[in-house]
């Protein structure tokens, strides 16, 4: 068997440790004579594996008493519209920072349920900053104010949570939760899909702060009601369950390795070593990201000839390192190193660089 080393921005890698575990109890989920899949979801075996992934994360992320904890499907794209359906209450307006792809695509989702304001943009200098909280122009009357706390494909990411008073903070974590310690009172909803550092595509995460619950109109499908899968502790239709059993055993790797302080430590260190490679390169490796705002998960990266993209690509996937392609809309190169990336893809990433430049630089 031979593994590489797999920098896909999602789904992404996932702890080979996990994959092992899942291969052994692939057919035979101890003693229950029959794989997770082929579980129902309301029975015996299928409840604890749920309770106890729930449990895990709750432990892992400190999540106060006073959340739910939701294993959804439809993708971090379905909260897009399932946030303006349940957080608008009687109001009419959001606030939305608008800070690269994904925030764009949440804000014209919400412009389908209310009126948008945009308390910040960035599309001046193509979504590589992240300017200041003074420069924001929250409204009080705003249901809830929503951000990306990392945009995965220009790679930027918050350093910081933005502070929004009483008004609940709405926050599409899908390329960053996980990665650090994070202060889940500050925020009303969390959600994520789990495709980049959960685990695999299908399911998607939705924490949210009780008092938020239950203010969805009467005429809200019920599949898009937080309140509807809140009571019946996401189990109101079939949930993904594989899914949620390989989410269990990725919280239970992340507590092996000593929770998210650790995980923090490690993705800090594995992400300054790819910037001082790029910014060490005299020019040949450009990232584009004004360095405060440089995300720790997903790092682009422009070779200053793009006439060498394709070979660069061919040759890194040669040496056993893969989908390093990047996003059309930036180009050159992305090396998306969430979790599951150990230290050492990123060494023999950064020493594929130097003789990848010293050949043809
Ligand atoms: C990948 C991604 C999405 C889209 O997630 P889906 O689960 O495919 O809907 C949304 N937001 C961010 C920040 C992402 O990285």
């Known amino acids: 068997m031979s593994r590489v080393f797999n920098f896909s921005a999602g789904p992404a890698a996932l702890p080979e440790e996990v994959l092992q575990q899942a291969r052994e ?67 009419t307006s959001a606030d939305y920072a608008f800070t690269g792809h994904w925030s764009k695509k949440a804000i014209s989702e919400a412009k389908k349920f209310c009126d948008v304001s945009v308390v910040v943009t960035t599309e001046a200098d193509k979504f590589t900053s992240l300017p200041a909280q003074n420069t924001w122009k929250l409204n009080d009357k705003a249901a809830y104010v929503h951000y990306t706390p990392n945009e995965t494909i220009a790679g930027v990411e918050f350093h910081w949570i933005p502070e929004t008073g009483d008004v609940p903070l709405v926050a599409d974590m899908s390329s960053t939760i996980l990665s650090r310690p994070l202060d889940v009172s500050r925020f009303g909803v969390i959600y994520a899909g789990a495709q980049k550092n959960i685990g695999p595509a299908g399911l998607t995460l939705v924490i949210i702060r009780e008092d938020l619950v239950g203010q969805a109109s009467a005429k809200t499908p019920s599949m898009f009601d937080y309140k509807i899968h809140a009571e019946n502790e996401s189990m109101y239709n079939t949930p993904p369950t594989y899914g949620w059993y390989i989410a269990g055993l990725v919280f239970q790797w ?23 490679a790029i910014d060490g390169s005299g020019g040949f490796y450009r990232n584009p990201v004004e360095p405060s705002a440089r995300s720790w998960m997903n790092v682009p990266f422009i070779l200053a000839d793009a006439n060498l993209d394709s070979e660069f690509l061919s040759q890194a996937k040669s040496a056993g390192l893969v989908q390093l392609k990047g996003h059309r809309s930036v180009g050159g190169m992305r090396a998306s190193i969430y979790n599951a990336m150990p230290e050492s893809g990123i060494d023999v990433l ?12």
């Open 350 to 361: 950064i020493d594929f660089m130097k003789e990848f430049q010293a050949k043809k630089g």
């Open 25 to 91: 109890e692939m057919l035979d989920w101890q003693g229950a004579g029959m794989s997770v899949m082929e579980m129902s979801h309301r029975g015996k075996e299928f409840m604890a594996i749920a309770a106890q992934a729930e449990a895990d994360l709750r432990e892992v992320m400190a999540i106060p008493k006073n959340y739910k904890v939701l294993f959804l499907q439809g993708g971090a794209s379905s909260q897009f519209s399932m946030v303006p359906m349940n957080l608008l209450a009687n109001k």
């Open 254 to 276: 992340i507590k092996r390795k000593g929770g998210l302080k650790a995980m923090a430590e490690i993705n800090q260190r594995k992400a300054d070593k790819l910037y001082q």
